[in-house]
C-alpha cells in the first residue's frame, strides 16, 4: 500500500516578513496623518462658512416671508446678543418685530442659534459690527456692504463672506497667514 506522503507545513509570516510589513504601515500612517490635519482645518473652515452663511440666509428669508425685521447677531450664549463683539462664539438669528435691535422675548423668539468655532478658530467683521439687520424688503439695513472674516488655526488659508446690502452674499478665499 502506499501511503500519501505530502508535506503538510504550517503556513505563517516570519518574523522578516511581519517587519517588513510593520514598517510598511509606519511609513504609511506617517504620511496619512498630516494630511489628515489638512482634512479636519479644511472641515473645520467650511463648517465654520457655511455656519454663517446659512444664519444670514435664513434671517433674510424670515425677513422677506414675514414682512419683519430679522437680526443676526454675536452672541456668547446663543440666547442673547449681549455680552460680545466677536462672532467667533458664536451668533443668534431672531425676528426683530418690534425694531428695536433687542431680543426682547416673546413674540421676538431666537429663530437659529450657531456655535462658532470659539478657540479653534476666529470669525470677525468690518468694523466693530456685532449684528446685522434685513429689512422686510430682505435687503440689509447699513450703508454698505459688510465683511465676515473666517480663519481657522493653523491654516494659511480662510474665507471672507461679503454680504452686500441688497442681502447676497459671496464667498471668497482668504490669507489668514498661517493664523
Known sequence: ?????????????????????????????????PTFHVFVRSNRLSTATNDLVTALTLARSVAVARSVPVRVCASTNQTSCAGTESWTEGLVVFNDDDGDGVLDGAPEGVLEAVLGPQSRGEISATGSTTAVSFTPLGTVAAATALQFFICIDGSDTGRRVTLAVGGHTVVAELDCGGS
Request: positive net charge; proline residues 0%.
Open 1 to 33: 500500500m502506499h501511503k500519501d506522503t505530502k508535506r503538510h507545513s504550517c503556513r505563517g509570516m516570519t518574523l522578516i516578513e511581519l517587519l517588513t510589513a510593520l514598517v510598511i504601515g509606519a511609513l504609511l500612517l506617517s504620511l496619512a496623518v
